[in-house]
């Protein structure tokens, strides 16, 4: 009688010496293991936008639709609008910088005054612009007849000019916080039936240097350097640069933009 050892079949069979029946070994294997079907993945919901009751409210001391539609463009929506009247005449020999940031200063300062009084508006942030146009130290403010916009673009005609807008904030602890901040636009050359025509638009009314850049004037310009918002009225980076600084959740606002996903 031969006597086998544990593990003496395995070898026999690896051998030759020991078969096993194919279709019971494979009657004999185990089933391999199917795959557990997964949860189709939870769809991802945004965020809603936070409450207008937990941001601090902000007013626009400032009346133009140029302005408010560029604070709207980022997101923007100021509470209250307080434009302000103050004396906007230019001392002799100011230079322009000077002079955007002393108005800029008194507007929101005189806003700041308005609203004091007011229960609702009383810690509010307020925020205040102004803008010129300067050919060299000449400065051309807001043209309101039609021969000072004449003037002007006659002047800017086939040169280089800049554009000077000051930014100012107080916040509601009364801190000020500035910016001043300067572009150079160089036009083409005007013939005068061109400013003839665009003078006829009325698109010059009220505009620094008698002309709107976001109108007929785009195609006035010929190459430009610095903040295009700028020249329109309000230097958008520099303005949510502050806001932000100085604790006004910008950023936050643009979740209101975004569609909130319901099941």
């Not at 103050?86 to 806003?111: F, N, Y």
Request: charged letters at 25%.
């Amino acid at each position: 009688m031969i006597s086998l050892k544990v593990g003496s079949l395995t070898a026999l069979s690896r051998l030759g010496f020991w078969r096993t029946d194919p279709q019971k070994a494979e009657q004999a294997r185990p089933e391999p293991k199917r795959a557990r079907a997964l949860p189709p993945p939870a769809r991802a919901q945004r965020p809603a936008a936070a409450p207008s009751a937990f941001r601090p409210k902000l007013v626009l001391a400032s009346a133009s639709p140029r302005r408010l539609g560029l604070l709207e463009q980022v997101g923007i929506t100021p509470d209250a609008l307080r434009p302000a009247t103050i004396d906007e005449s230019v001392t002799k020999g100011e230079v322009p910088r000077h002079i955007v940031r002393r108005l800029a200063r008194a507007k929101a300062e005189a806003a700041k005054k308005l609203i004091r009084a007011e229960k609702d508006y009383a810690k509010a942030f307020v925020l205040a612009a102004d803008t010129v146009v300067a050919v060299g130290r000449r400065v051309l403010g807001k043209a309101e007849l039609e021969h000072e916009a004449g003037d002007a673009l006659r002047m800017l005609r086939g040169r280089a000019h800049r554009v000077h807008t000051a930014v100012c904030l107080i916040t509601p602890d009364d801190r000020v916080r500035e910016r001043v901040v300067e572009t150079r636009v160089r036009f083409r050359n005007l013939s005068n039936e061109e400013i003839g025509n665009y003078l006829a638009s009325g698109e010059w009314k009220g505009k620094a240097g008698g002309y709107a850049i976001q109108g007929i004037a785009g195609s006035f310009v010929v190459k430009m350097v610095g903040s295009y918002t700028n020249v329109v009225g309000l230097p958008l980076t520099e303005v949510v640069s502050l806001l932000q600084g100085e604790g006004f959740p910008v950023s936050h606002l643009w979740l209101s933009k975004a569609e909130v996903e319901t099941e």
